[in-house]
């Protein structure tokens, strides 16, 4: 599949670095979250159903962190107004990460770019791809707390297809997984070594 | 409610220090996973459901644990074998963590046990509850990775009522949000305060 050109994407580029995860450390995290080869398939199905409906989503989540003024903080430089471009220019990778999620099944430079999504939540990295004065970390209580929103809101979308319920159900089962999956690793720049 | 004789179950006794979490932070926490009044409710309703049925959710968890070696491994000293008794006492709390999941509303003394739920998970805490000699640290990408399969698997066990596939519904979805909170708490000791 070629990639768009988004500003501030780089999967797949040599600008990334190389995510300090083995393979193997990867197959079991994908374990721990019962991930199997038939979720590969339903998330590409997933791929699918979404693809025509990315905006709307957006605008959903998006919605979301508009409707909470301690999540559209992390778009603020801490004082207030949300920067509008940095919004959007992360709106436009944010789509290309749902298609990321349901391009199946997950490589090396999948692994590699996810872990440079979580050095750019971190303050590791934090406002640079898009050279923005922001607050310079997104706190990790969040990042696991939209566990649940970007989980729970995506099966409506999901339904907007010709599948069956059993299929919408194992579509809406591998994104959980996948998503959880995600920020566990998104984790990783938060703690130390020994303890992620 | 009273709480039963669990040896190291210490909800609401004056041995749990205070979390360093405010209640407005918790209750934007809360909304952070979509968590409402609706949800106290059902989750209510989930107890109620779930009550006779702790043994077997927690023989389908700890099998789960029990079928991978990696997971199986925090409750080793780092070196094969087990400690069944550590298994059995921890065994015990996770049966009352069920109970305390759906005991809502979630005040002071449940974010404070939290707090202490997450102190046991990390290398602050980890083993002293029980005097073990086991490994030191609950690795953090395991914990977050454990959403999945302690909310997927609790659907089959939420069905085993005479409630509505609407009701069962929305009893998932209550625990889905409880369980994204609790564990977004339980990552507190593992990062900084500026980070989490």
């Not at 693809?51 to 989503?57: A, C, K, N, R, S």
């Not at 907007?160 to 720049?189: C, E, R």
């Given at each position: 599949m070629s990639k768009?050109?988004?500003?501030?994407?780089?999967?797949?580029?040599?600008?990334?670095?190389?995510?300090?995860?083995?393979?193997?450390?990867?197959?079991?995290?994908?374990?721990?979250?019962?991930?199997?080869?038939?979720?590969?398939?339903?998330?590409?199905?997933?791929?699918?159903?979404?693809?025509?409906?990315?905006?709307?989503?957006?605008?959903?989540?998006?919605?979301?962190?508009?409707?909470?003024?301690?999540?559209?903080?992390?778009?603020?430089?801490?004082?207030?107004?949300?920067?509008?471009?940095?919004?959007?220019?992360?709106?436009?990778?944010?789509?290309?990460?749902?298609r990321?999620?349901?391009d199946?099944?997950?490589?090396?430079?999948?692994?590699?770019?996810?872990?440079?999504?979580?050095?750019?939540?971190?303050?590791?990295?934090?406002?640079?791809?898009?050279?923005?004065?922001?607050?310079?970390?997104?706190?990790?209580?969040?990042?696991?707390?939209?566990?649940?929103?970007?989980?729970?809101?995506?099966?409506?979308?999901?339904?907007?297809?010709?599948?069956?319920?059993?299929?919408?159900?194992?579509?809406?089962?591998?994104?959980?997984?996948?998503?959880?999956?995600?920020?566990?690793?998104?984790?990783?720049?938060?703690?130390?070594?020994?303890?992620?």
């Open positions: 768009p050109e988004i500003p501030g994407y780089t999967f797949g580029e040599r600008s990334v670095p190389d995510a300090p995860i083995e393979m193997d450390e990867f197959e079991r995290l994908k374990q721990s979250v019962m991930f199997s080869d038939e979720d590969d398939r339903y998330l590409r199905m997933a791929g699918e159903v979404l693809d025509g409906q990315t905006d709307e989503i957006l605008d959903l989540w998006y919605g979301f962190v508009a409707d909470h003024d301690f999540l559209l903080y992390y778009f603020t430089d801490g004082h207030g107004t949300p920067n509008e471009e940095y919004l959007e220019r992360v709106r436009d990778r944010f789509g290309q990460w749902i990321d999620t349901c199946t099944p997950y490589g090396r430079d999948w692994l590699d770019y996810q872990f440079e999504i979580a050095r750019r939540h971190h303050r590791t990295e934090k406002n640079q791809t898009d050279e923005v004065d922001a607050v310079p970390n997104i706190d990790l209580r969040y990042v696991i707390g939209f566990i649940y929103p970007i989980t729970a809101t995506i099966r409506t979308f999901l339904e907007n297809s010709g599948y069956s319920d059993a299929d919408v159900d194992k579509m809406y089962h591998a994104w959980f997984k996948s998503v959880t999956l995600q920020v566990s690793i998104w984790s990783y720049p938060y703690t130390t070594d020994d303890d992620w």
